[in-house]
């Protein structure tokens, strides 16, 4: 990431980490940020945005089953922006609270809006053959709802927390069009903390 590139937050929030970004990028750059929580949004526009003319902040009103009863489909929607407009685009803590299909649809998007070479960084609750057991079990936070290819903690409720089986976003990711894909290890699913990773949630870096 450089000071002059062109970046997406995706579901931005209350722009913690647009706040960061204010000091790095140049007057150049870009930011832009959604979210369906106008609250939030309504926030950075008046903060953040006010102070910082490349920084953009937009409002989408979109359905969520956790926090939101109404609003547009999320396996629908189109990103507000055009083909081939950013460098970078990230999620944090948001892939967590969606279906499989709005996330399939997001996928796809980020390809669309992501230029040649750009590079996206999105976290998970990722499992696999070798931990899905523990995670499905332990007490506390678990995934005990089995799907096809992914868990819920809660049955009625199927964008609250979500748990992917590693191999089905590899493909999920391959089918948006991504061609690199690393993921690094979050300590959420460790039976102890150990230390030597810094993480909760996985990190998923992809790449156009």
């Not at 939030?40 to 089953?65: E, M, P």
């Amino acid at each position: 990431m450089q000071p002059d590139h062109k970046l997406l937050d995706i579901r931005c929030g209350m722009g913690r980490t647009a706040i960061a970004f204010t000091p790095y990028l140049k007057s150049n750059s870009t930011y832009h940020g959604f979210d369906p929580v106008k609250k939030g949004i309504d926030w950075c526009k008046r903060g953040i945005g006010a102070d910082f003319s490349n920084f953009h902040f937009t409002y989408v009103d979109l359905f969520n089953d956790l926090y939101k009863s109404k609003g547009g489909d999320a396996a629908m929607f189109k990103f507000p922006y055009s083909d081939n407009q950013f460098n970078v685009c990230f999620t944090f803590s948001v892939f967590t609270h969606m279906a499989i299909s709005e996330i399939q649809n997001y996928l796809n998007e980020m390809y669309r809006v992501s230029h040649k070479d750009a590079c996206c960084l999105s976290t998970f609750f990722l499992y696999n053959s070798h931990n899905e057991t523990y995670i499905s079990t332990r007490s506390g936070f678990s995934f005990p709802i089995a799907h096809d290819g992914y868990r819920l903690m809660h049955a009625d409720v199927t964008a609250g927390n979500i748990a992917i089986q590693e191999d089905v976003l590899r493909s999920m990711i391959s089918t948006a069009g991504f061609r690199e894909i690393e993921i690094i290890d979050g300590f959420w699913k460790d039976e102890r903390y150990t230390g030597d990773k810094l993480e909760y949630q996985d990190i998923v870096i992809f790449k156009k």
